[in-house]
């Protein structure tokens, strides 16, 4: 074995806070893939090496935590999710499998309705896409006031752009059978004019602020939404995210827990070019607040745009793009666009190309879901250095296969195309979009599905695409080393390497000396960030 990557500190600096040892640590650090032990201080690796290297490192205040011989990984870094969403959903509200139909929503309504007081909103989601479309009827709406008992209640689809109402909250918006549609949105009405509940674009930041109203203490109820995300994805392994469409509320509430101490987690924000979901300032207003609202571990570095959701059309004309991408560029911030057709793939790299003709290979571009991508723009993404943002994750079998069309179409033959994208160069980042791709986020089951293209769950056999499967090593890449530097974060974590904070995992079983059909069944024992435990298992809690 390679002697230790680091020297040993001097004795002027040798107080060592803690040591790993007995463990099988791959470290995703190209110079030293594998050891069994390291050492970290005030929240940073200082040596990486066997355990008779880092032994001798341990002092009277040393924490020594023997891993048994088990795999110890970076923490995993998820570039793609939505915290205050996702914290909100698990915190407050209720929370829809992705496999519900009509009759599982509203029996979960019923549900939820009877925990709470007379008056309080039924909030949650998400109600995929063909669901979504299927309610607009008054027949469905009579029996979503059913279950409600008089109770306002919204239910949000997974594009988060519109939203599933019952009466009383049409009733609180004001919202009737003549009321005209407002700019940039749409009342949906049957074919005799009546409302049916469903909010189309603008209307549905009204029902989210007519709720968020009746929410009697909305700041300690985002500290604690933002907590409780953080906590979720430590419990999974996660200790670095991006997330995806961050309004300056919530970079607020994560500076504040930041500089409380109380952020277990790399934040990278992403700031809406345009409205998204919630109001308050964006573009280039909430571009110029970024400076003010950075903290140690929060990092508001990207700007967001959404340029279609399952649809092909573009919500941006070419030269709109171009504006934003200056506007960005200008500021020293990068780009996540948010392309899932292959129409608005193209348009997003013309649009980069035409940024590195003018600006060279400074700024950092991702594209995100790109499910759809013509053969002709695959090398593009390499040519032009763009990050593909996989994301979510939905290469398998599952239910939300229909958003896109059914296994078996000829659209879902290149569904994904990962292994194209791979084979080409291009730095592939894996992200869940929790809460919008999944109830709660899956890394294992990402990485897993990322090599077999198949689920675990027997309830939705076959494979999709099974030709853009990818090795282990790099689906894992892709989860740690690759996804921290598109995020602009490899000089803080994605690896175990000195120098780097001591981010780090404890897994259940080692990924590399099992079947990959078992990697979803991953559990994550221990989690640690800044060289701090912020998440232990019940079982590991026993053994120590």
């Known amino acids: 074995m390679p002697e230790a990557t680091a020297s040993p500190p001097r004795d002027t600096d040798h107080r060592i806070d803690l040591v790993v040892r007995d463990a099988d640590v791959r470290t995703l650090d190209a110079e030293r893939p594998r050891a069994s032990a390291f050492a970290a201080r005030d929240g940073r690796v200082v040596a990486v090496g066997t355990d008779w ?49 009509v009759t599982e929503i509203l029996g979960a309504v019923r549900d939820l309705t009877r925990t709470l007081g007379p008056g309080e909103w039924v909030v ?23 279950v409600a008992e008089g109770r306002p209640v919204m239910l949000r689809d997974d594009s988060l752009h519109n939203r599933w109402v019952n009466s009383r909250a049409l009733e609180i918006l004001g919202v009737g059978d003549s009321t005209p549609d407002p700019p940039g949105g749409r009342y949906v009405r049957d074919a005799a004019g009546r409302a049916v509940g469903l909010l189309l674009g603008a209307p549905a930041t009204d029902a989210e602020l007519a709720a968020r109203r009746a929410v009697a203490d909305p700041r300690g109820r985002d500290l604690r939404s933002a907590r409780t ?27 504040e827990l930041d500089r409380a101490g109380e952020l277990s987690a790399w934040v990278v924000a992403s700031m809406p070019a345009r409205e998204f979901v919630e109001s308050g300032p964006v573009g280039t207003e909430l571009f110029d607040s970024a400076p003010l609202r950075r903290s140690p571990h929060v990092r508001p ?13 573009s919500l941006f004309t070419d030269e709109e793009l171009a504006l934003l991408l200056e506007a960005a560029v200008e500021r020293g911030l990068h780009v996540k666009l ?30 995100a879901h790109p499910e759809s991508v013509h053969p002709d723009d695959v090398p593009r993404f390499r040519e032009l250095d763009v990050v593909a943002d996989a994301s979510p994750v939905l290469w398998f079998p599952n239910p939300m296969n229909g958003v896109f069309g059914q296994v078996g179409d000829r659209s879902m033959e290149r569904v ?74 490899s000089h803080e974590t994605g690896r175990i390497r000195p120098g780097l904070s001591a981010d780090f995992i404890v897994l ?25 435990q912020v998440y232990t298992t019940g079982a590991a809690r026993a053994a120590s």
């Open 53 to 101: 290297d880092i032994e001798r490192l341990v002092g009277p205040g040393t924490r020594v935590v023997d891993a048994g011989g088990r795999m110890v990984l970076p923490g995993l870094v998820d570039v793609h999710t939505h915290l205050g969403p996702g914290g909100q959903a698990a915190a407050w509200e209720l929370t829809l499998p992705p496999a519900s139909g």
């Open 124 to 146: 949650g989601g998400t109600v995929v896409g063909p669901v979504f479309q299927a309610v607009g009827s008054t027949a469905v709406l009579a029996a979503l006031d059913e």
């Open 301 to 313: 570095d990207f700007v967001q745009a959404v340029l279609n959701g399952f649809t092909g059309e």
């Open 229 to 255: 995300a953080v906590q979720i994805l430590n419990s999974v392994g996660v200790t670095a995210t991006q997330d995806a469409a961050t309004m300056g509320a919530w970079l607020d509430v994560l500076t």
């Open 508 to 532: 259940d079983r080692p990924l590399f000396d099992i079947p990959v059909q078992e990697v979803h069944a991953t559990q994550v024992l221990q989690t640690w960030f800044a060289g701090r």
């Open 338 to 367: 948010h392309a899932t057709a292959d129409g608005t793939v193209r348009q997003a790299l013309d649009a980069v190309r035409l940024m590195r003709e003018r600006h060279g290979a400074g700024p950092v571009f991702h594209l």
């Open 416 to 489: 994904w195309p990962l292994r194209e994208l791979h084979e080409a160069g291009t730095s592939i980042a894996a992200g869940s979009d929790w809460p919008v791709g999944a109830a709660l986020p899956d890394p294992w089951l990402s990485i897993e599905t990322m090599v077999t293209r198949r689920s675990p769950d027997p309830l939705f056999p076959g494979s999709l695409a099974p030709e853009q499967a990818v090795d282990l090593a790099t689906a894992l890449a892709a989860h740690t080393v690759d996804a921290a530097e598109a995020m602009g974060l």
